[in-house]
């Protein structure tokens, strides 16, 4: 099963010059428990590798970075060519970004573990098709609204419609 893993502005922004614009340690909790669980095999970019994560790979998770490099990356998987990647991994899987990743491989996503934050911070980096979810996505669950660092947001999964 394939998983994406995102916070999202109400447009849609998921960065703004490589980094995410908000402070919300509840939503860092989120991502960590849910990218621990269910196989803890995480990918990312290359680009979401270095900016957002400093080059260091997240602890206790398989880490895949998915770049036209062919550098190793120490404590991770370079993953240079994603449909040969995802034809032979047969485990769960995260995708945590970059927008890039994720456009590239919307269409075999599962299920999607978005976090709606109720603000606009005029983001530069936005999750794909993100006004089209509803079109090939249902809505399966969705939490109380939260509040936290004067950020008003809620976590909703969404699962692919069947065909």
Known sequence: MIRFI???DR???IAKHGFM???IPADEAYFTEKT???GGNVMTGGVTFREAYNGTPLADRENFILTHDSSPIPGATVVNDIN???DGFKNDLWVAGG???FEEILDKADEL???HIDADFACDQFFPLFSEINEAFELDSKSEPEEQNGFHF???IYRRKAT
Request: charged residues 10%.
């Open 84 to 86: 040969s990647f995802l």
């Open 6 to 8: 995102v916070a999202v």
């Open 113 to 115: 573990y978005l976090t």
């Open 21 to 23: 614009p908000w402070n």
């Open 36 to 38: 621990k669980s269910l």
């Open 11 to 13: 447009k849609g922004g």
């Open 154 to 156: 809620y976590y909703a």
């Open 99 to 101: 927008s890039k990743v």
